[in-house]
T-cell receptor
Framework: DGGITQSPKYLFRKEGQNVTLSCEQNLNHDAMYWYRQDPGQGLRLIYYSQIVNDFQKGDIAEGYSVSREKKESFPLTVTSAQKNPTAFYLC????????????FGEGSRLTVL | AQSVAQPEDQVNVAEGNPLTVKCTYSVSGNPYLFWYVQYPNRGLQFLLKYITGDNLVKGSYGFEAEFNKSQTSFHLKKPSALVSDSALYFCAVRGSGNTPLVFGKGTRLSVIA
């Protein structure tokens, strides 16, 4: 079945550690996105990529990094510079930049201890 | 800049009654509008979208939404609510130009038996 796979689903991290969240899609979509979800704040865009080897910062990119070396993969690294990393992270992809709807993964919940 | 407002944090409806979840937007140019639903600890699922054409858009699970250009609104509706419709609903908008979707803060729908 086609879809988006995020891993791990739950992750615990100590302060000062970097952690990488995986996102893989087999939908042959060009565009991929990372959103952060906090209670009462909706979804906020961290980074997005519309083609391989290119990506742009979203509204809250500070403390995060990404890469897009393959069309299928868009990993997100939460660095120690991110001051409040505990959140639910959602990866998505779309077939086109304008009219295509987003397809979401099941999310990764990161908790910093 | 584009933005979305969902004025109600919570909507309560009795099972079998009609439901409305409100959304207003602000974009430059023609809007591309979307509704998504999220169940606890899951990713978002696409419900419907308005790109162009008929102002009344029909989507998944019996939901529909009406695009109103003069009021810049895109309210989500369903004629008869089910308990299983209880979830978090997000409205999203994309304006002209190569920009990602912007999401509202979400409205929690509770359908009471």
């Amino acid at each position: 079945d086609g879809g988006i796979t995020q891993s791990p689903k739950y992750l615990f991290r100590k302060e000062g550690q970097n952690v990488t969240l995986s996102c893989e899609q087999n939908l042959n979509h060009d565009a991929m996105y990372w959103y952060r979800q906090d209670p009462g704040q909706g979804l906020r865009l961290i980074y997005y990529s519309q083609i391989v080897n290119d990506f742009q910062k979203g509204d809250i990119a500070e403390g995060y990094s990404v890469s897009r070396e393959k069309k299928e993969s868009f990993p997100l690294t939460v660095t120690s510079a991110q001051k409040n990393p505990t959140a639910f992270y959602l990866c998505a992809s779309s077939s086109g930049p304008y009219t295509g709807e987003l397809f979401f993964g099941e999310g990764s919940r990161l908790t910093v201890l | 800049a584009q933005s979305v407002a969902q004025p109600e944090d919570q909507v309560n409806v009795a099972e079998g009654n009609p439901l409305t979840v409100k959304c207003t937007y602000s974009v430059s140019g023609n809007p591309y509008l979307f509704w998504y639903v999220q169940y606890p600890n899951r990713g978002l699922q696409f419900l419907l979208k308005y790109i162009t054409g008929d102002n009344l858009v029909k989507g998944s699970y019996g939901f529909e939404a009406e695009f109103n250009k003069s009021q810049t609104s895109f309210h989500l509706k369903k004629p008869s609510a089910l308990v299983s419709d209880s979830a978090l609903y997000f409205c999203a908008v994309r304006g002209s130009g190569n920009t990602p979707l912007v999401f509202g803060k979400g409205t929690r729908l509770s359908v009471i038996a």
